[in-house]
């Protein structure tokens, strides 16, 4: 028999109330899961950290609402209620790399998937090698692969074995229930596209060619931009054609142009993805710096955004744009997936700077850029190859139209103290981090950007021209390294008096067979290096040049004092024999600093880099070849321009940082040393799998393969754990030490003479004496003197 109970009024209240709330709840439309989360309408996924780890993006894929990401060595998602990219799972190193036609595939094997894609709410992956697809599930950090299907992929097979590879497709899509792959037809062959059931794998060849870049449409439709490979370019003007727009219908095999084109302002033969909007009738694209809206009849396109990617559009990616929920776009490239609204909203709060030339890295400009998601910038236009030089510089100055916000320049194009005494420079000496950063900068560099107390100018690219001499080659020759310049000429009458004949596997210099040429052209280049470091008035009559330029000219040069005739067989292969030597002395070589440390990392092409003085004793010097990053004074985006600047000096490579920091002595660490080895070990397994099918020819050729890899794998084991030893380190700063910037007369001076080449080469042709070849480039020289005084 039940007990009854007694409940108090307050209690039966509350359940009326609360039974209430719940059946209204009930009641209610369901709504989105993420319709109550906070959700990212406008940022990025990865900021730089993909460049930073040396990773990059693959493929992208939406399944349901979520955004899946297959870098090269893991997967990442991207859910409703997320404001970064969330790692999930490793997966094994990306590649498409020198596979065989899969006969090394075992079928107990983990898929390698190249490429992930959505169909019917499940996340799907193509095995390249394998040439299969599978459905792939995510529980934890444990991926599951289940209902393999076989691809017939042989028409994206090229070369022989053992280095047959996957032609890697152009775009891919699902369509219904088919997957559609097109190639990259540059042979113009009669099919590039093809489709695949998605339940049986049957394939189909379509006659629709050249579809660049394609989306689902309505009625079972593709629409695609179309454009010719072999026929890009506008005859008349050399610029490229326009992509047409056409419908594609997959059921009939049959293609509908829609009387529209689509211009991105890319003119490099990269086309974008595209991405259609049913609900809004709606077709969207994007550039690297814009996001563009196509409606209606897509004859107009509309700006609704922005992107940070300028000079880092290198093609798109499968799956590289798409539509979230929100009314929001996904938009992917190698290095980050940008989320941006799909209305002008886009546009809201975004600075546009404009940027005259660029940085040579141009993966840090988009490493920079990414961290700055307030800021797109752009190229100045109306200008040749986007750079305006120092005489159009002045020209917009005068006339008050410099479109400019930044530039990029050079020391040898323009005339610094000028651009700072004429007032075109902003200071930059209210940031923390640019004032720091110029301090701790070696002196005899530091003194160049700064003019009382404000900084006008900061360093970008810097290259290293240093002269270098193979250490194991002078010690197996029985050589000295030569201390001087005049040392490299009493060098040369040694080796041509005999020694080049007994150590045939050496040259005297890099450079052509015409070593005469090169020495004098080598001696005078650093003539002039060493006069103007010092402050020096450029004066070539003196006893020191005429005794060095005698001495050359008194060298029996025993054929090493022509040119090469190239028409002639048998010079050509003089020439590639004379190409295989070692050269003692190596010359014209750039550097950056990062990279100085590749000349001494094996023990048996050890370089030592030189800068020598003229004559042993005296100081030596080296001119710079800077890229140098300044803000305009004309500019209303100096705060946002300075923001720039300041991320450079952040993001730049730390071996760069600590090169002009003449107080940074210590080894720099590798922090990718470890996915390196194992990068190198997975390559070594795969190069020993193949070589023991291997037969013939193909044997002996992975048997090399193995043994260079070996080696290069023990030397980055030994030898990479740092990105510069202290001993590295301490050779860079020597170079740097010596370096010196030039100014405005020095820079008159060397135009100068280069304007004047014709007289160097008149005078290594014989046609002027060593007298005449000096007074008349004193002569120039001189006038340039009278007009700086």
């Known amino acids: 028999m039940m007990k009854s109970v007694k409940y108090s009024p307050i209690f039966l209240k509350n359940l009326r109330r609360l039974l209430t709330l719940m059946l209204v709840a009930c009641l209610l439309p369901l709504l989105p899961l993420w319709a109550g989360a906070e959700v990212l309408e406008r940022g990025n996924l990865f900021g730089s950290s993909l460049v930073d780890d040396e990773d990059g993006i693959a493929s992208v894929a939406l399944v ?80 599951t692969y289940s209902e393999p299907l076989a691809l017939d992929l042989s028409d994206f097979m090229e070369g022989e074995p053992p280095f047959v590879y996957i032609n890697s497709p152009a775009w891919i899509k699902v369509l219904g229930d088919r997957l559609y792959l097109r190639f990259q037809n540059y042979e113009n062959k009669e099919v590039d596209l093809y489709s695949f059931d998605l339940k049986t794998g049957e394939r189909k060849e379509h006659s629709a060619i050249h579809y660049q870049s394609a989306a ?29 727009l056409v419908l594609y219908n997959p059921e009939t095999d049959t293609e509908t142009a829609l009387d529209a084109t689509l211009n991105t302002g890319t003119d490099s033969g990269t086309f974008p993805d595209i991405w259609y909007d049913e609900a809004q009738d709606s077709l969207y694209t994007f550039s690297e710096t814009d996001v563009y809206r196509l409606s209606g009849d897509f004859k107009t396109k509309t700006l609704i955004g922005y992107l940070p990617m300028m000079g880092s559009f290198w093609g798109t990616l499968p799956g590289s744009l798409q539509g979230l929920p929100g009314d929001r776009l996904a938009i992917a490239f190698h290095n980050n997936v940008f989320i941006r609204p799909r209305t002008e909203k886009g546009k809201e709060g975004i600075t546009v700077l404009t940027m005259s030339g660029g940085l040579d890295d141009d993966g840090l400009t988009s490493r920079i850029l990414m961290e700055m998601d307030d800021i797109t910038l752009r190229r100045v236009e109306g200008v040749e190859y986007s750079y305006v030089n120092a005489e159009q510089l002045a020209s917009m100055f005068l006339t008050g139209s410099a479109p400019m916000d930044m530039m990029a320049i050079n020391a040898y194009g323009f005339d610094l103290d000028k651009l700072i005494q004429k007032g075109y420079l902003a200071d930059l000496s209210e940031s923390p981090i640019i004032k720091e950063y110029l301090a701790t900068m070696a002196p005899n560099l530091s003194k160049s950007f700064v003019k009382d107390g404000k900084i006008y100018c900061v360093p970008g690219n810097i290259m290293l021209f240093p002269m270098s001499a193979q250490v194991k080659a002078f010690e197996k020759v029985g050589l000295p390294i030569p201390a001087s310049i005049t040392d490299i000429v009493g060098l040369a009458e040694r080796w041509m008096d005999g020694m080049f004949k007994e150590h045939t596997e050496y040259n005297l210099l890099t ?17 002039i290096s060493n006069k103007l470091g010092a402050g020096e008035e450029l004066v070539f009559d003196t006893p020191l040049f005429r005794d060095l330029m005698t001495r050359i000219d008194q060298i029996d040069w025993q054929g090493f004092d022509q040119e090469q005739d190239w028409s002639n067989p048998a010079a050509q292969s003089d020439m590639m024999d004379f190409w295989q030597k070692t050269s003692l002395l190596g010359t014209n070589m750039g550097f950056e600093p990062r990279y100085m440390s590749s000349l001494n990392r094996n023990p048996n092409e050890q370089s030592q880099p030189l800068v020598l003085p003229l004559v042993e004793g005296q100081d030596a010097y080296q001119d710079a070849d800077f890229g140098l990053l300044v803000v305009l004074s004309t500019s209303k985006n100096q705060e946002a321009a300075r923001r720039f600047i300041e991320q450079f000096v952040i993001k730049q490579h730390p071996a760069e940082k600590a090169a002009i920091n003449l107080k940074a002595t210590g080894s720099i660490p590798n922090p990718n040393h470890e996915k390196e080895l194992k990068q190198l070990e997975t390559g070594l397994s795969q190069l020993k799998a193949q070589l023991k099918k291997a037969t013939g020819a ?42 010196f910037i030039v100014d405005g007369f020095s820079n008159a001076q060397r135009q100068a003479l280069y304007a004047a080449h014709e007289l160097r080469d008149q005078y290594f042709e014989g046609a002027i004496t060593l007298d005449q070849f000096i007074q008349q480039t004193d002569d120039k020289l001189r006038l340039v003197r009278m007009e700086y005084q």
Request: a negative charge.
């Open 216 to 244: 689902a449409y309505k009625d079972g439709q593709l629409v695609a931009l179309k454009a010719d490979p072999n026929n890009m370019y506008d005859e008349q003007t050399g610029r490229m054609k326009d992509p047409v």
């Open 64 to 143: 349901g609402d979520t955004l899946y990401i297959r870098t090269y060595m893991a997967l990442y998602t991207f859910g409703p209620e997320d404001q970064r990219a969330v790692k999930r799972a490793e997966f094994q190193a990306y590649g498409f790399g020198n596979y065989t036609d899969g006969a090394d595939k075992q079928e107990d094997d983990e898929p390698a998937i190249a490429v992930i894609l959505a169909h019917d709410n499940k996340l799907l992956g193509i095995d390249y090698v394998a040439q299969k697809l599978y459905t792939m599930t995510l529980t934890g950090d444990t991926i």
């Open 698 to 739: 193909e044997k002996s050729n992975l048997e090399e393969m193995l043994k260079n890899t070996e080696e290069y794998y023990q030397l980055r084991k030994e030898t990479g754990m740092y990105l510069m030893t202290e001993q590295e380190m301490a050779a860079v700063h020597a170079i740097i030490a010596r370096l």
């Open 511 to 527: 450079g052509d067979t015409n070593m005469k040429r090169g020495l004098k052209d080598l001696v005078i280049e650093k003539y």
